[in-house]
């Protein structure tokens, strides 16, 4: 069974930097993605970023570009969220997700973790 499990949350000020971490187990990830959602309060969960497996590619929702970067430690199955220039509207709970990459779905989540940016 697929298990991812974020970690690395926290307070931080606005223009700071966090990086989260997503420890990802159960399977060997080849042709799979791995990616980070948020959700703000009173608001839907939204796509931060995604990133491939096997060659390491990502994608940026507009918000985030030029300021997020995800990574992954093939050897250690980590997939990192680096946070910088943050602002208060980053503010939520931060939620890794890994499913296939031909597949239009997530097979697992993780049970979030809380970035708070003040400003």
């Known amino acids: 069974q697929v298990k991812v499990v974020e970690s690395g949350g926290g307070l931080a000020q606005a223009g700071g930097s966090l990086r989260l971490s997503c420890a990802a187990s159960?399977?060997?990830?080849?042709?799979?993605?791995m990616a980070w959602f948020r959700q703000a309060p009173g608001k839907e969960r939204e796509l931060v970023g995604t990133?491939?497996?096997?060659?390491?590619?990502?994608l940026y929702t507009d918000s985030v570009k030029g300021r997020f970067t995800i990574s992954r430690d093939k050897s250690k199955n980590i997939v990192y969220l680096q946070m910088d220039s943050l602002k208060s509207e980053d503010t939520a709970v931060y939620y890794c997700?890994?499913?296939?990459?031909?597949?239009?779905?997530?097979?697992?989540w993780g049970q979030g973790t809380q970035v708070t940016v003040s400003s």
């Open positions: 997700a890994a499913g296939p990459t031909m597949a239009t779905g997530y097979h697992a």
């Open positions: 159960g399977r060997t990830f080849t042709n799979w993605r």
């Open positions: 990133i491939t497996w096997n060659l390491g590619s990502t």
